[in-house]
């Protein structure tokens, strides 16, 4: 179904190809993932070296309002806080959570709360996928803890602007905090490469 919806979506051939290339060994391995309840299984990722966030956010709609990237938001200027490199081609993530249960705290304790139970914090691109692929931006929005904006002062934000279209900016990483917007994160990347 992810699938699909990436195509429908304007995913290019080319990185559907690679996931499509890669189901047999995934399904192989799909069989010892464990997923936590009321969690997302399994989740494709399209990395920004294969499609930017200026071009990810419009893939991503509430209704039929597609997402844009904020005037004042930069994706040039967003870097991870983990190691990169085996992630430069398309890639999963299991046992994703929605970031309820880090609603009310900044991004800085929800990135403590996270790292203490051996978890790990998504990116924007990651949050994006995590939006496009379910309803979560209708329940609650998203701070991506697992990459920082500029500086180690702010992170991504994602959201609905005030005409309901999703929108991609960014938060305070220390006081940054309401009691609907959460930290998603997951159990394991995971890269076929």
């Known amino acids: 179904k992810q699938w699909l919806k990436l195509?429908?979506?304007?995913?290019?051939?080319?990185?559907?190809?690679?996931?499509?290339?890669?189901?047999?060994?995934?399904?192989?391995?799909a069989g010892e993932i464990s997923s936590?309840?009321?969690?997302?299984?399994?989740?494709?990722?399209?990395?920004?070296?294969?499609?930017t966030a200026y071009t990810q956010m419009p893939m991503l709609k509430?209704?039929?309002?597609?997402?844009?990237?904020?005037?004042i938001f930069y994706p040039t200027d967003v870097f991870e806080t983990f190691g990169?490199?085996?992630?430069?081609?398309?890639?999963?993530?299991?046992?994703?959570?929605?970031?309820s249960a880090t609603f009310g705290k900044s991004p800085k304790e929800a990135e403590r709360e996270i790292k203490k139970q051996g978890?790990?914090?998504?990116?924007?691109?990651?949050?994006?996928?995590?939006?496009?692929?379910?309803e979560v931006l209708k329940r609650h929005y998203l701070s991506a803890?697992?990459?920082?904006?500029g500086d180690d002062s702010r992170v991504p934000f994602l959201a609905l602007d005030d005409?309901?279209?999703?929108?991609?900016d960014w938060c305070r990483y220390r006081s940054?905090?309401?009691?609907?917007?959460?930290?998603?994160?997951?159990?394991?990347?995971?890269?076929?490469?």
């Open 163 to 168: 005409k309901g279209r999703p929108i991609l």
């Open 36 to 51: 936590t309840k009321g969690n997302l299984r399994l989740l494709l990722i399209v990395p920004r070296t294969h499609l």
């Open 119 to 134: 978890q790990f914090c998504l990116t924007e691109i990651e949050s994006i996928h995590l939006a496009l692929q379910t």
């Open 176 to 193: 940054g905090r309401h009691p609907k917007w959460g930290s998603p994160f997951c159990a394991k990347r995971l890269s076929l490469f």
């Open 84 to 99: 990169t490199e085996n992630f430069e081609e398309p890639y999963y993530l299991l046992d994703v959570k929605d970031g």
């Open 62 to 71: 509430n209704g039929n309002q597609r997402g844009y990237v904020s005037s």
């Open 145 to 149: 803890t697992g990459c920082r904006y």
């Open 7 to 29: 195509k429908r979506r304007g995913c290019p051939k080319q990185t559907l190809e690679i996931f499509k290339n890669q189901k047999r060994d995934f399904i192989s391995i």
